[in-house]
């Protein structure tokens, strides 16, 4: 495949929360390192956050190593192989860039088989290196995901960050089968595909957002029940209506302050709460009082993306086809449309972006 000098990539501008698509170099190939052409790369709200700036009050911004290129749910085709990694890749692979693009593979986190992704050497696409807005990206071949058969492009994109997030967040809640879980934010990126996949693995799912859209969205992908927090006066006691003691697994993927006030008032004891929607606000806190916390034996755990095997194991979900994307479609110059919407609550589902015309 010819490979162009100049390609087109959705760039941060400088003093303003937009992007402007432009011309510019397609990355050099480097030991150890795979081109790839992407042809979806889904939009997260951490792409969002960065674009925005929302969480620079925290000090977190997108590293100057990004070339101001977020995104990091793409899947595309490998175009180039570095010849030290030939064994592994080959011209014409299906590929899928993740959030973590690059690991130590040395470290405690690496080799314990749990927490590679907190690796303190990680690369991540988007926050610390030219992200799959773009039309042709570079990543480690030896983190790199492989995508399957029955698997399109534009599902597989969301799932390399949206996909796996919900799908480790509800291995997480351990909740088992026949059980309750509660998903606030149920409508959105990450909320509908946790309803599914939580479905898939058995759960009870309880879905809480707002408005008839997201209602019919909701019901529509399994949700048993669904709570209009714009219309609700009580959210747990409708929760404890359903459930008689509550629920045994709340996975909060609105990242507001209400969600994670009301979060622990809807579990059962030893009930077990998953931290997953990351406010831009810095005094939001994932909790509940000590005597909450003790008198009903909560768990409060948090999860952020999945391993390179969990990876594989959410990608399987739509393969068997138990779990598809939502997907609002757009290219590059749609890009900043989006955001917005995002940003007022106004999207259902998740956005993919057709990034090679």
């Avoid at 100057?64 to 010849?83: C, D, L, N, P, Q």
């Avoid at 959030?99 to 927490?115: A, P, Q």
């Avoid at 799932?159 to 934010?185: D, E, F, H, L, N």
């Avoid at 391993?307 to 138990?322: M, N, P, Q, S, Y």
Wanted: aromatic fraction near 6%.
């Amino acid at each position: 495949m010819a490979i162009p000098t100049k390609q087109q990539a959705a760039v941060k501008h400088e003093s303003e929360p937009r992007c402007e698509v432009t011309a510019i170099d397609v990355p050099p190939l480097e030991p150890g390192h795979i081109l790839c052409r992407i042809n979806y790369s889904g939009v997260c709200g951490t792409d969002k956050t960065f674009i925005y700036d929302q969480w620079k009050p925290m000090g977190i911004t997108m590293k100057e190593t990004t070339k101001g290129i977020a995104g990091h749910e793409g899947a595309g085709t490998v175009v180039a192989v570095a010849e030290d990694v030939k064994d592994l890749w080959k011209e014409g692979d299906r590929v899928g860039i993740k959030w973590v693009t690059s690991i130590c593979r040395k470290c405690e986190f690496c080799t314990n088989g749990l927490d590679e992704v907190c690796c303190p050497h990680r690369k991540l696409s988007g926050t610390s290196e030219p992200g799959t807005f773009q039309e042709y990206c570079l990543t480690d071949a030896r983190y790199a995901t492989r995508l399957p058969e029955g698997v399109t492009d534009e599902e597989a994109g969301p799932i390399m960050c949206g996909g796996v997030t919900s799908y480790v967040a509800c291995k997480r809640s351990r909740v088992r089968p026949g059980q309750w879980i509660v998903i606030p934010g149920a409508g959105g990126g990450l909320g509908h595909l946790a309803i599914q996949y939580a479905k898939a693995m058995g759960m009870r799912v309880i879905a809480i957002d707002g408005g008839e859209e997201k209602r019919k969205l909701c019901l529509d992908l399994g949700a048993e029940h669904f709570i209009d927090y714009t219309k609700s006066t009580d959210i747990p006691a409708e929760v404890m209506k359903m459930t008689i003691y509550g629920a045994h697994g709340v996975i909060v993927t609105a990242a507001t302050r209400e969600g994670y006030a009301t979060a622990p008032r809807l579990l059962r004891p030893r009930g077990t709460l998953v931290a997953v929607g990351i406010p831009t606000d810095p005094t939001i806190v994932a909790g509940a009082s000590p005597i909450l916390l003790s008198m009903k034996a909560l768990n409060v755990v948090g999860t952020v993306t999945g391993t390179l095997k969990e990876v594989d194991e959410a990608l399987d979900f739509t393969a068997r086809g138990l779990v598809h994307p939502v997907l609002t479609h757009g290219t590059l110059h749609d890009l900043n449309d989006i955001l917005a919407k995002m940003a007022a609550g106004k999207l259902a589902g998740r956005a993919v972006l057709k990034i090679v015309p």
